[in-house]
């Protein structure tokens, strides 16, 4: 008898254990950000961040053993096949947009790994192995030799988040490269994730043909100008005599990145589109505005 | 049901959470790669009291929710969901075999991924039939080869009593 009660007395604490997880659960969700946002930044700043020490380094240690056997790679090719001496400075290009990235940034940026978690939300938010000892600061752009990633939403000290362009919430105000046609670039919702976004409120009048390149505008103060965001694919919906939505081919998939760079300063005014150039000259091929990479 | 606190579980435990950070990121394409804290969650909520399995659900899920900020609560939830399920369900779904209980494994893996998309509300249409039908299913099928994989490594640190 005391037995079959203390059994019922412990399933009810279950039940009641599960209720308040439930509960408190929910109320979390319900938190406003200013709530969240520094609960989850002390989670990452203590419980974490040994966890995301560790993974940073072990990302890192592959690197370092990827780069060395890409670079064993490229010696013995130079060594043997002196003959392919273009195809192999070609590929020196690629190895060096992905190993030596900020070549072409210049100052002002920092390089950092993407510390990718489980779940369904990652992707849309990514935690970054840089954090506000490298300088990284909130609203700092994120991007990759291709193009635009995202922003930073929250910095710690040794890690931050970064709100890529595949969230619900970004916005990123876009022009079409070699124009003056402006509009707001965003994730297409209920697409496949990180697959296409949309570019809109185009004018009406403003046709944008399909292979152009559309990059950051400089405008709204977070992004400089010239940041490759994606190639036009389309024209998605219009309202007629007003605007027209076109649908893009985004220049960076954030699930599938290894390595950012935060742009920590940019002067205002800034157009990066020379930076970019390989992106620009890539894009461009399938663009009847610009003329193709070693095309005077 | 035996109580949890065993220190060969408790090993068994941590080993998973820091393969997790240390192996996971080499493992390919971070979409479908194995949940190893999963795996730790779901073994010692069979190990566990509903309750209990509950509520480490519940800190699992909060930490989860520390890297993606923008849906806090999200993840939270998904995990008390799942452990406090696979801590009520084992006794009557599990058998004594590990492939039935990687299967379990899965099934709480999926359903984790299937609360957390619901309720973080950031995808929507084919995006969300996409991820819940492809890579957590995926994520799912590899997070049960690594829980077969620890059970036929280490069964008998790992499952209760009456399932070794």
């Given amino acids: 008898m005391a037995r079959a009660g203390t059994e019922r007395f412990r399933t009810r604490a279950d039940t009641a254990a599960f209720v308040a997880c439930l509960a408190l659960s929910l109320g979390a969700l319900a938190l406003p950000e200013s709530l969240s946002s520094p609960l989850a930044s002390g989670i990452r700043e203590t419980v974490l961040a040994p966890f995301l020490a560790l993974q940073r380094e072990v990302v890192r240690f592959a690197e370092h053993r990827e780069r060395l056997d890409r670079l064993r790679a490229e010696r013995d090719s130079l060594a043997l096949a002196t003959s392919r001496l273009r195809e192999t400075e070609a590929e020196n290009e690629r190895l060096r947009a992905l190993l030596g990235l900020g070549a072409r940034i210049g100052v002002g940026f920092v390089a950092g790994e993407v510390l990718h978690q489980t779940g369904v939300s990652d992707g849309q938010t990514l935690v970054l192995g840089l954090g506000r000892r490298e300088g990284v600061r909130q609203l700092a752009p994120v991007v990759t030799p291709e193009g635009l990633v995202g922003t930073v939403l929250t910095v710690d000290e040794r890690t931050s988040v970064a709100l890529a362009w595949t969230h619900p919430e970004f916005r990123a105000s876009a022009m079409v490269d070699e124009s003056r046609i402006y509009g707001i670039v965003a994730a297409r919702r209920g697409a496949r994730a990180g697959e296409v976004m949309e570019l809109r409120g185009i004018p009406y009048r403003s046709e944008v043909p399909e292979g152009t390149v559309v990059v950051t505008s400089g405008l709204g103060g977070v992004f400089p100008r010239g940041i490759p965001i994606g190639t036009v694919q389309g024209v998605l919906s219009e309202s007629e005599g007003w605007e027209r939505t076109y649908l893009l081919r985004p220049a960076v998939h954030p699930a599938a990145i290894t390595h950012v760079m935060v742009l920590l300063t940019h002067e205002p005014g800034a157009d990066l589109r020379p930076r970019f150039a390989d992106t620009l000259g890539d894009s461009a091929v399938a663009s009847p505005r610009r003329p193709g990479p070693g095309v005077p | ?164």
Avoid at chain 2, 98 to 122: E, I, K, M, S, Y
């Fill in chain 2, 1 to 164: 049901m035996s109580r949890p606190g065993g220190l060969r579980l408790w090993v068994a435990l941590g080993a998973l959470v820091m393969l997790h950070f240390a192996l996971r990121p080499a493992l390919g394409d971070n979409r479908y790669a194995p949940d190893f804290v999963l795996v730790a969650l779901v073994l010692y909520a069979m190990n566990s009291r509903p309750g209990v399995a509950a509520v480490a659900g519940f800190v699992v899920g909060v930490v989860h929710d520390a890297t993606a900020p923008t849906a806090f609560g999200a993840a939270a939830l998904a995990h008390t969901l799942a452990a406090y399920l696979a801590s009520w369900t084992h006794t009557v779904f599990v058998a004594d075999n590990v492939l039935v209980t990687a299967a379990f494994v899965a099934g709480a893996a999926w359903l984790r991924d299937v609360v957390q998309a619901l309720a973080a509300n950031q995808l929507a249409g084919s995006a969300l039939l996409w991820q819940l039908s492809t890579w957590s299913v995926l994520a799912a099928a590899a997070t049960a080869v690594a829980a077969l994989v620890l059970l036929l490594a280490v069964r008998g640190w790992v499952l209760p009593r009456s399932l070794r």
